[in-house]
């Protein structure tokens, strides 16, 4: 059967496996892809965010690029007005720091500054920087971003101006404090910043503009590298995955800004960027953990289920070896007569194969048709059996027996049965224990027989050796001394015992045979007892022994007995009562009447009967203890004729004693002639005891 358990096992393992593996699979299948989602959809707001931000800037430089345009297309015309029209650009436009005109030499004519006085030694020459060559060639420049110590950013721009103006361009320093504003006005959650960077990676704007003045750069960044070189960029790439200052991993995304050559940053921590997607994985991971919790307990569950039908298959094993190896026939049927079990032996008594007849309904008539079944009808039904005897309790338990003669095949069958209850109480159907007694009571009647037998043939000559011992002894053939009448009145007391003896062998084994011969008449009850007891005065005297006789019953009507059997069993509780009782005891005879029936109780004070062995008081041969080592004669076949004789009398006797106090035996007889059983039986008692 373990390799029954084994065998799940290792398929409970695999169904584990694949079990496991297809939660792994189902689970990968949409976590993923949705958080890849969920990590697009994030990407898309930031990035979205910084394109807004990015044509922020670029209004914003625009705007101001267009008002030194205008300025430009001004001074172009020659007006002359030059430091009117600046000190208004100053005015209409804060970012300005300062404005300056450049001369066709590229050395700085004329500058206006928001906050310093100028005078022409702040005017520099310029004809060798990036800017000159740029608006000499006729283009805008815009320079790098500017930070000293103390200032704030400053970016330049100028325009080239036409030279019929005697100015090359008009230089503006624009103060990008003011793009702060713009990256301030930037929302992206609660920790989401956007800054920007210029092209040397110096943070040029930040909501935080300590990273400014600090002058931090971040060019170590690939992300950022990656943008000022044109390209956008973003932190789902993990080339660019970066931590910031507290060391939080980044989500950002990163946009150039080609017209100054910068790089636009949205970022917030990844743990506020990807929140939801966060939140689904812990809330999947959750899931796949109960998951799995709930799939263990399903395959312990079914582990425990595995092992229980191990267990019930390994019972119901043992159960058919025992039934197998049974020496009675075991028969089981349901309430609707069909056969449910039947072991070897049962197949064999009956002659009929299980596997045939399983589920079969036994109903009377089925032997009619299939002679096989006789027996096992016989059986089921013991009213069709040639004998079947009353069934009778066995004590202490729920079970019954009857002895049922089945005549195909012929045997005699002591039947054990059982009700099969539910645990609701209904019953379900019979068991029934088949012992086949047919060998026993061959054999018991063999014994029996031969007991009769060599009793019947020693009573003779201990006859003749009693005769000729009283002829000595009353001295037909001779006077005797004193020394040879003690030896012969030894001798003929041994005798006697041995008659006694061989008189309750031949009484034992004709009640076992059922052919004790009983000779029914009517018997004066009270008349009786009192000649039974007078037989005792001798030793009653002898013994110091005080007899009584007590009549309660008033006047009654004869009973139905043999007289000669009643007073075998009557002498035999008189002969116990004064064996077993000391000197100067009482014995007391009481006939007393109860019902249908009289009673007569000889009480003793004598030795008693120890309570241990009260229940084999009337088995043959039984001696109790107490009166073995008292050495007293006996057979221990005086109750057991009592007790066959009285129930044959339709009666029953039982007893009260206590060991030390004395024994009370009390024997009741039924006073109406119905109440006698009409036949005499074989005694039973012996073999059921056995079973
Ligand atoms: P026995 O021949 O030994 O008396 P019985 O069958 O008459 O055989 O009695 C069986 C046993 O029961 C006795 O040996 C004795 O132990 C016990 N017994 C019977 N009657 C009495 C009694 N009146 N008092 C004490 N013990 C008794």
Known sequence: MSEFLLGRRSQLWILGLVAIS????????????????MDTGAYLLYRAVGVDARNQIASFLNSHEFALKNAADIIAQGTGRETELISRLMKENPPFESVALLGLDGVERFKTHRFLLTTPADLRNRSRDELFKAVSRGEIYRGPALISGIS?????????????????????????????????????????????????????AHPNSSLVFGRVNVLERKIITATLSGREADTRNSDFIYKNEKGEDIFAVALPFELTNWALVVEAPKSVALASSRRILSAALISFGLEIVLLLLLIWNYFNLIKTATLFYSERNQREAILNSLSDGVVEYNDKSEIV????????????????????????????????MKGLVELMYPALAPYASQTREIVGTLAKTMEVHISSPELKLLVTITQVVEESGRVRGFLKILHD???????????????????????????AIKWTLQLLLDGDAGALSKEQGDFLAKGYEINERMIKLVNDLLSAARIEEGRFGYEFAEVNLSEFLENAIAGYADIAQRKEITFSFKDKAGKLSPIYADAEKLSLAFNNLL???VKYTAGSGKIAVTLSREGNFATVSVADTGVGIPTEENKRVFSKFFRASNVIRMETEGTGLGLFIAKNIIRRHGGDISFVSKVGNGTTFTLALPLKKELVPKEEKPELEEFLGSV
Not at 22 to 37: C, K, Y
Not at 343 to 361: M, T
Not at 443 to 448: A, Q
């Open 575 to 577: 002969d116990n009562a």
């Open 437 to 463: 007694v047919s060998r026993e009571r061959l054999l018991g009647r063999m014994k029996s027989e031969f007991v009769s037998i060599a009793a019947h043939q020693l009573r003779t000559p201990l006859s």
């Open 22 to 37: 297809a939660l792994i699979a189902a689970n990968v299948a949409w976590l993923f892809p949705t958080l890849e989602e």
């Open 152 to 204: 704030e950013p400053l970016i330049t721009i100028a325009l080239p101006l036409r030279r019929e103006s005697g100015f090359s361009a008009i230089v503006a320093d624009i103060n990008l404090k003011f793009l702060l504003d713009v990256v301030r006005g930037i929302t992206t959650g609660d920790r989401g910043v956007a800054y920007i960077i210029d092209r040397d990676g110096y943070i040029i």
């Open 341 to 372: 079990l039947m072991n070897p032996k049962a197949e064999e008594l009956l002659n009929v194969k299980f596997k045939d007849i399983r589920g079969l309904a036994i109903s009377p008539d089925i032997a009619k048709t299939n002679p096989k």
